[in-house]
């Protein structure tokens, strides 16, 4: 079993900056071959992707961050890290960080609990 804490979110204004960090516990020996997301649920819509890094460092971006948002990894802490500049009050949610080296489905098996990110405008 792996653990994962979310860790770094707040209260910010708009145009402000945040990091969020997320720290895996328990069976970590093959971190380094987990692919890692960030996604984000605000009550009443659907839990969406924000950013997701692979085990050999390939990165996906929403639309919707891109050019704000980067995501990256440390294996060596097996954490994985989501710098979010330029917020905008619509980034504000609850984000999660996701794990899994499934290679047979694109979902994400481990799930932390989540860190509340507000933006006020």
């Known amino acids: 079993q792996v653990q994962l804490v979310e860790s770094g979110g707040g209260l910010v204004q708009a145009g402000g900056s945040l990091r969020l960090s997320c720290e895996a516990s328990g069976r970590t020996a093959t971190f380094f071959s987990y692919r890692l997301g960030w996604f984000r649920q605000v009550p009443g819509k659907e839990r969406e992707i924000v950013a997701s890094i692979s085990w050999n460092g390939g990165r996906y971006y929403a639309d919707f961050v891109k050019g704000r948002f980067t995501i990256s990894r440390d294996n060596a802490k097996n954490s994985v890290y989501l710098q979010m500049n330029s917020l905008k009050p619509e980034d504000t949610a609850i984000y999660l960080c996701?794990?899994?080296?499934?290679?047979?489905?694109?979902?994400?098996?481990?799930w932390g609990q989540g860190t509340q990110v507000t933006v006020s405008s």
């Open positions: 996701a794990a899994d080296r499934r290679t047979n489905d694109p979902g994400y098996f481990y």
